[in-house]
């Protein structure tokens, strides 16, 4: 798909609530890019939301491409919605750029990637804590080719928290997708390899508490994952090989403590995580760099999926 004159990429987006609206900052911000049209369920907050950043608005997919050309779309739509979507977005040649979870479920999530790989669309899916500025240092310091990992991941889920949020009951029963995948996509960006997934305590939907599971990678590298169910406990991850521990908790930040040394010290950051919803401006660059041919590091749909089925195997789903 060529540029526009003028080399302005041009963004279309897909809703209009609070995530939507991060998006539109974070990509408003890089220069030669142009939010060119949304749309949402919403007509009145897609309007709304459409003002305020000095665009148009429009009834539909469709519409919005007919309207736009743009260069790129940001799907930013409920869990309930995102399968309905994706595929009418699949229909237009725009790059996509799918809020996560990409679909409701494994199942969706698998459908979702075929249709995309049917249209021959390309596809991302804007796992935000990969582009976190803690991840991509963390990631820098690590040798690609170095030793055995054990990376330990905590997470914690509330379903009646949730249910509080207005989450919708189905979304709820799958939280896992919805929630935890933000946990357990890490296994994908740390681990190596191909995992072997045992399950200490098991997923039990009629009475969540703990769910503890060891990913056992080809690589050599051990993940251990720990969720607390409608209790208390903190996001936090850790990876360590033989040369350092680093440790995100909370997530944002970073510190690494190297061998011999009895103390972890803090690593400096910068300020684009506080400037904008962490994760989301680079993020939003990388995309915006995928759709002027240069290189990515953005998640692929097939890159989503494989985390989605690493819930579905911690979680007893499959």
């Known amino acids: 798909m060529g540029m526009n004159e003028g080399n302005v990429t041009r963004i279309a987006i897909v809703g209009a609530g609070y995530m939507a609206g991060e998006h539109a900052r974070a990509f408003e911000s890089i220069p030669g890019v142009e939010i060119v049209g949304i749309c949402g369920r919403s007509r009145d907050r897609a309007a709304a939301l459409a003002e305020r950043h000095k665009t148009s608005v429009h009834d539909d997919v469709a519409s919005?491409?007919?309207?736009?050309?743009?260069?790129?779309?940001?799907?930013?739509?409920?869990?309930?919605?995102a399968r309905e979507i994706c595929l009418a977005a699949f229909a237009f040649p725009w790059a996509c750029l799918i809020e996560k979870p990409a679909g409701l479920d494994l199942a969706e999530a698998q459908a979702i990637e075929a249709a995309a790989a049917a249209a021959g669309r390309r596809a991302f899916v804007a796992l935000n804590r990969r582009s976190y500025a803690s991840t991509r240092a963390a990631l820098a310091a690590l040798d690609p080719a170095g030793p055995p990992r054990l990376v330990s991941v905590l997470d914690q889920q509330d379903m009646q928290a949730a249910r509080d949020f207005g989450q919708p009951e189905e979304v709820v029963r799958n939280y896992m997708y919805a929630n935890a995948i933000h946990l357990?996509?890490?296994?994908?960006?740390?681990?190596?390899?191909?995992?072997?997934i045992d399950s200490a305590a098991g997923w039990d939907s009629d009475a969540p508490r703990h769910v503890v599971s060891t990913l056992?990678?080809?690589?050599?590298d051990t993940g251990v994952y720990q969720a607390v169910w409608d209790g208390p406990g903190p996001w936090a991850v850790s990876v360590t090989d033989a040369a350092a521990r680093f440790e995100m908790r909370p997530l944002e930040s970073l510190t690494v403590q190297r061998r011999g040394q009895r103390q972890a010290v803090p690593v400096e950051l910068g300020n684009v995580d506080s400037d904008y919803k962490p994760g989301l401006r680079v993020q939003a660059e990388s995309f915006v760099n995928a759709l002027r041919g240069r290189e990515t590091d953005l998640a692929t749909l097939a890159d989503s999926t494989r985390s989605m089925e690493i819930c579905a195997r911690i979680y007893g789903l499959i």
Do not use: H, K, M
């Not at 491409?65 to 919605?81: K, R």
């Open 64 to 81: 919005l491409y007919a309207a736009t050309q743009a260069d790129g779309i940001v799907i930013a739509v409920n869990e309930l919605s």
């Open 184 to 196: 357990i996509d890490y296994f994908s960006v740390f681990c190596r390899g191909n995992p072997v």
């Open 216 to 220: 056992r990678y080809d690589s050599g």
